[in-house]
């Protein structure tokens, strides 16, 4: 009889020891740690860079006019600005000051190589229709990238940090889209350089381009038939291969505006070149204290799921006795100061860009409006 007395207490102590066990879970707890860490490394990587293309953006250095260079032989006139990067939270506020110039960027190798081959003497019409659809897809990528990067730009500058990784997600969900229209009117726009031919000798050094009238039936039928070829082409890619084609040049825009450098300017050394690796360093030493803040409350809610109520609250105090300064871990203080000159925040007002096109039609260039 005692046995089967004992049986409940013994089945009770069984069940409080799993449900111990259950409540003390050390290996998930460091599982959610590095996740966490992880997670949040990345998150706040992604911030930087959306943070570095907001300030190229209001430079406004992205190759957004078909009239200029890259995509022609015309130089553009950027006026330089000053871009507040890194704001503190100071009485008033200020930031550091980046700069990126025109003059120290990297070449853009595809556009460069589309150009030099629109200017080949003995292109053809076709292939010009080709190269120009190709660039145009470049073209719109650019402005959309500038368009938003420079909106997203006018949000303070810790809600850009909080929020950028966010809205250029659904940014790049709807950028296709729009590419896609774009890609169908300039496809019909486009089809122009079906209708023209090229003239130029084996002397001149540059395209002559001429129209193709009724006066040359077979050249005129020939122009007619290759119209309708594409257009067909177009219905049958359309939902196909052009997305394909604009989401890979999308991604390409998007990953060159990693390469453009800036100028910084230094405690006691002037400015100094960076790049979007030093941007990054200098970002994680100006927002340490939201990181921080970020991953110990991640760390103190995978304590409280994992390792039980006791631990939670014991993680909740020692967080305290270390942001108040009891424990000396200089956690919950950023260091920029100490790299970065700070001075009063500038105008946050994108740069003015003009072109030269006096030259466009020089020789028998493409015509400007195009």
Same mark, same amino acid.
């Given at each position: 009889?005692?046995?089967?007395?004992?049986?409940?207490?013994?089945?009770?102590?069984?069940?409080?020891?799993?449900?111990?066990?259950?409540?003390?879970?050390?290996?998930?707890?460091?599982?959610?740690?590095?996740?966490?860490?992880?997670?949040?490394?990345?998150?706040?990587?992604?911030?930087?860079?959306?943070?570095?293309?907001?300030?190229?953006?209001?430079?406004?250095?992205?190759?957004?006019?078909?009239?200029?260079?890259?995509?022609?032989?015309?130089?553009?006139?950027?006026?330089?600005?000053?871009?507040?990067?890194?704001?503190?939270?100071?009485?008033?506020?200020?930031?550091?000051?980046?700069?990126?110039?025109?003059?120290?960027?990297?070449?853009?190798?595809?556009?460069?190589?589309?150009?030099?081959?629109?200017?080949?003497?003995?292109?053809?019409?076709?292939?010009?229709?080709?190269?120009?659809?190709?660039?145009?897809?470049?073209?719109?990528?650019?402005?959309?990238?500038?368009?938003?990067?420079?909106?997203?730009?006018?949000?303070?500058?810790?809600?850009?940090?909080?929020?950028?990784?966010?809205?250029?997600?659904?940014?790049?969900?709807?950028?296709?889209?729009?590419?896609?229209?774009?890609?169908?009117?300039?496809?019909?726009?486009?089809?122009?350089?079906?209708?023209?031919?090229?003239?130029?000798?084996?002397?001149?050094?540059?395209?002559?381009?001429?129209?193709?009238?009724?006066?040359?039936?077979?050249?005129?039928? =020939?122009?007619?038939?290759?119209?309708? @070829?594409? &257009? #067909? *082409?177009?219905?049958?890619?359309? %939902?196909?291969?052009?997305?394909?084609?604009?989401?890979?040049?999308?991604?390409?825009?998007?990953?060159?505006?990693?390469?453009?450098?800036?100028?910084?300017?230094?405690?006691?050394?002037?400015?100094?070149?960076?790049?979007?690796?030093?941007?990054?360093?200098?970002?994680?030493?100006?927002?340490?204290?939201?990181?921080?803040?970020?991953?110990?409350?991640?760390?103190?809610?995978?304590?409280?799921?994992? =390792?039980?109520?006791?631990?939670?609250? @014991?993680? &909740? #105090? *020692?967080?305290?006795?270390?942001? %108040?300064?009891?424990?000396?871990?200089?956690?919950?203080?950023?260091?920029?100061?100490?790299?970065?000159?700070?001075?009063?925040?500038?105008?946050?007002?994108?740069?003015?860009?003009?072109?030269?096109?006096?030259?466009?039609?020089?020789?028998?260039?493409?015509?400007?409006?195009?």
């Amino acid at each position: 009889m005692s046995s089967i007395s004992n049986t409940p207490d013994i089945d009770e102590k069984k069940a409080d020891m799993n449900k111990s066990d259950k409540d003390f879970n050390i290996i998930g707890f460091l599982k959610s740690v590095v996740i966490s860490i992880i997670t949040i490394v990345i998150y706040f990587i992604i911030a930087s860079i959306i943070l570095f293309n907001c300030k190229i953006a209001q430079s406004n250095i992205l190759p957004t006019d078909l009239n200029c260079f890259p995509y022609e032989n015309n130089k553009s006139f950027i006026d330089p600005i000053l871009t507040n990067i890194f704001v503190q939270n100071t009485d008033p506020l200020s930031s550091a000051k980046l700069e990126i110039p025109q003059k120290i960027q990297s070449k853009n190798v595809i556009l460069d190589m589309i150009r030099e081959l629109k200017y080949s003497p003995r292109i053809g019409g076709t292939k010009m229709f080709l190269l120009s659809q190709l660039e145009s897809m470049f073209h719109t990528n650019y402005n959309i990238l500038n368009v938003y990067y420079n909106l997203l730009n006018q949000l303070p500058e810790l809600a850009i940090v909080i929020l950028g990784p966010i809205f250029t997600f659904f940014q790049m969900l709807v950028s296709p889209v729009i590419c896609l229209f774009s890609f169908a009117y300039y496809y019909f726009v486009n089809m122009k350089w079906l209708f023209k031919k090229n003239t130029s000798s084996g002397i001149s050094k540059i395209p002559k381009w001429e129209d193709i009238t009724l006066l040359e039936p077979f050249n005129y039928s =020939l122009s007619l038939f290759l119209t309708f @070829v594409f &257009i #067909i *082409i177009l219905f049958c890619s359309f %939902f196909t291969v052009v997305p394909f084609v604009e989401i890979c040049i999308m991604f390409f825009c998007v990953f060159s505006m990693m390469g453009y450098k800036g100028v910084i300017q230094k405690e006691n050394k002037g400015f100094s070149e960076v790049s979007i690796i030093d941007i990054i360093k200098y970002f994680f030493s100006s927002y340490k204290v939201t990181i921080m803040a970020f991953l110990t409350l991640n760390i103190i809610s995978s304590v409280f799921s994992n =390792l039980g109520q006791i631990y939670g609250i @014991v993680s &909740i #105090i *020692i967080v305290l006795l270390i942001y %108040f300064n009891i424990f000396k871990i200089d956690l919950y203080k950023a260091n920029l100061s100490n790299k970065l000159f700070l001075t009063q925040l500038v105008e946050n007002k994108q740069a003015t860009k003009s072109c030269d096109i006096s030259k466009i039609q020089e020789g028998g260039k493409r015509p400007k409006n195009r």
